[in-house]
């Protein structure tokens, strides 16, 4: 079957202020919730974001790019602060996730809602709202001073100008879920939004990237497996099924997991056992194509870029999940 009864629709719409934002719809006939997707090119460090986001102390060397990952880590507690600032604010809101993180190069930030036309117009509008860059000094300060390491202004200033410049050009909102929405409220939708991207007043500065040790603590040395796409979706579920109590994460387009697990995550390569898990999969989409159930949960975790939201996916079989695993762990 086809993975949804509506439409897929796309817009690109002209900022006010200068730039524009391309706007796709990515509906399907799974569950009763709406994600929503903001992305932009915008590189930043994902082990410094994981310990941001998750406390989680996995970083090695490669601590570039720290004032970059600061600043989009400070939108994201912008956003966090209205949609979820209390139990009464997700009830108005009707938002009951948020999300970041990176793949291919892109920022992603994601607020799941309620399947409702004006709640999907009031979290995207905030998601847009949020992106307040110019205004983050105080909050990259103190997220500097959390992590142990100096701040510093020309690296804010930069960064600020960086993100500013791919948002007023590159930005992209992806709507997924259950989504069922008419052409001319989409383009009130569309209208709606351009209106909600933040006026900025910041100007070309001439600093660069700085690269900024951290005093070394406590971390977990991690192996990984490179993914793209979806196929980094179902060895996610398949290993996590297999192996309820390992740590996994999906990040920078490769699946991470603990370096002592290794030999068990590759010893989960026989076929039979990929096929019986394939076979799950399918009993539990019934007649209908899993794809929009996949697309909906690599969209709330941000597993996946936008472009691969809004790619045109082949329908899943039984076949082809089991060749997609078993490539990936054979590797």
Known sequence: MPRSKVTPMTKTVNIPRGGKIVVRTEPHMHGTLVAITIGFPF??????????????????????RIDETILAFAAFQN?????????????????????????EKEFLITAVCVRNGTSTKKCAGILLEG???????????????????????????????DAIRFVQNKLAVVVTGRVSITKDKFDDFTKNLANKLPEYHVSKVSSSPRTVPLQEGKHT???????????????????KGSI????????????????????????????????RFAQRVMRKFGSMDPLGGYLFEAAVNC??????????????????ITAKIQKLLWS
């Open 244 to 275: 309820p109590a390992i740590a996994l994460f999906i990040s920078d387009s490769n699946l991470w997991f603990p370096a002592h697990m290794e030999n068990k995550v590759y010893n989960l390569s026989d076929k039979a056992r990929i096929t």
């Open 221 to 239: 040395e991690y192996s990984s497996i490179h993914v793209s796409g979806l196929e980094g979706v179902f060895l996610y579920e398949y290993i």
């Open 131 to 161: 992106l307040r860059f110019d205004k983050f000094l105080p909050s990259y300060k103190n997220i500097c001073n959390n992590l142990g390491i100096k701040p510093s202004k020309d690296a804010f200033e930069f960064a600020v100008y």
């Open 303 to 320: 597993w996946v870029s936008t472009s691969v939201l809004t790619l045109k996916q082949p329908s899943i079989t039984e076949s082809t």
């Open 43 to 64: 590189r930043v460090n994902h082990w410094i974001l994981r310990l941001l986001t998750t406390g989680s102390y996995i970083l090695d060397s490669k601590t570039e």
């Open 79 to 103: 956003i966090k602060n209205i949609l979820h600032a209390s139990a009464g604010a997700s009830m108005r809101n009707k938002s009951t996730q948020l999300t970041c993180g990176t793949q």
